[in-house]
């Protein structure tokens, strides 16, 4: 027999088998799955990612914004450990500037990213969230209505930081106040007065900041002699004042420009005033005038030349005359208790009605 007629003559199976059985309980399962366990498990399953997504996106840009904070400040070191880094960039501003940027944009992050996973989370539960944003809305104006001077404080904190107006070390004339700005925040700036006091200032009460540590500045001063005196001999005593000045440390350095005879300031009967000006370092003019006034000082004295206010030369052997020899002895009478002043005091009337 052959094999083609042994396979016709067998029972083939049924479907309703032990096979079809398996099938159609998995395909049971499968829908139940579907209906019960898929619709509850799903909008969990999606917060927890979306959350998950959240946290590790902010952790990771603000790890990003911390590093490059970090690198600013090593590159600031770099260059102050350099010849001209005093002069180019402050540690300590640049640290201070950083630091503020690298806290707003952080936050920024933080509250866009945490915000926009929190509306995801609420939208999945599906809450109507206009009747939210309308009242979160409100109470974004009436916040802001009611702290108008807090804000106004922190943005302009944040533009003054962004555009570096100023930073830690300038001289600042912020017009309320005035001084050496030893710590910049978002909200308030420190400054040092001339007299060592500490300013608070708001940052949103500055209307106009005048930095005089930035570019260069200017050092000024006016030589006032007699108008005897020959202009040619003046300017030759102070240019070689100036020179000598030059040359030195740290003057050398601080002095960006010659010193500069203007000329004639001023022309009066008993004084000539000469203007005189140099071009320094930011900040260091009051100290770069204190000097060079004394070295001109010096090379007049050296040449013979006299300032207005100052004492003639004192001839050798010529006696100086005596300043009380003109002055009139003390009279008698100035004192009240004196006997010429008792003597002199009149006699009071007698009561003649007794």
């Known amino acids: 027999m052959s094999l083609s007629v042994l396979l016709a003559a067998a029972p083939s199976p049924e479907p309703g088998g032990a096979l079809g059985e398996a099938a159609d309980t998995g395909g049971h399962a499968a829908g139940w799955g ?46 102050e450990g350099t010849a001209l880094g005093g002069l180019l960039v402050n540690a300590e501003r640049r640290r201070q500037r950083s630091e503020a940027i690298g806290s707003v944009l952080r936050s920024v992050a933080s509250f866009v990213i945490m915000g926009t996973a929190a509306l995801m989370v609420l939208g999945a539960f599906k809450i109507n969230l206009a ?143 000469v203007r005189v000006t140099a071009k320094t370092m930011p900040g260091k003019s009051l100290g770069v005038e204190r000097e060079l006034r004394w070295r001109i000082k010096q090379a007049l004295d050296d040449a013979g030349i006299r300032m207005v206010g100052t004492l003639p030369l004192q001839v050798e052997g010529e006696s100086t005359a005596d300043p009380t020899a003109a002055m009139a002895a003390p009279s008698a009478y100035a004192s009240a208790t004196s006997p010429q002043s008792l003597a002199a005091t009149p006699i009071p009337p007698t009561n003649l009605s007794k």
Not at 46 to 71: G, S
């Open 131 to 273: 009747p939210l944003l309308a009242s979160a809305g409100v109470a974004g104006v009436a916040l802001g209505f009611g702290a108008r001077n807090l804000v106004t404080d922190f943005l302009s904190g944040v533009f003054m930081i962004l555009e570096d107006q100023y930073g830690v070390g300038d001289t600042i004339d912020a017009g309320v106040a005035s001084g050496e700005v030893i710590e910049v925040g978002l909200r308030v700036t420190k400054l040092r007065g001339d007299n060592g006091e500490i300013w608070y200032v708001r940052n949103g009460e500055v209307k106009r900041i005048g930095n005089l540590s930035q570019g260069w500045s200017t050092a000024g001063l006016d030589v006032t002699v007699r108008p005897t005196e020959k202009l040619e001999h003046v300017r030759e005593a102070i240019t070689s004042a100036a020179a000598t000045m030059a040359k030195e440390e740290p003057w050398s350095e601080r002095l960006w420009g010659p010193v500069e005879v203007l000329g004639l300031d001023a022309v009066l009967l008993d004084s000539m005033t």
């Open 34 to 79: 579907e209906d019960n366990w898929a619709p509850r498990r799903s909008p969990r399953v999606r917060n927890q990612l979306i959350v998950a997504v959240a946290i590790t996106l902010r952790y990771l840009i603000r790890r990003a914004l911390t590093n490059l904070i970090e690198r600013m400040n090593r590159s600031a070191q770099a260059v």
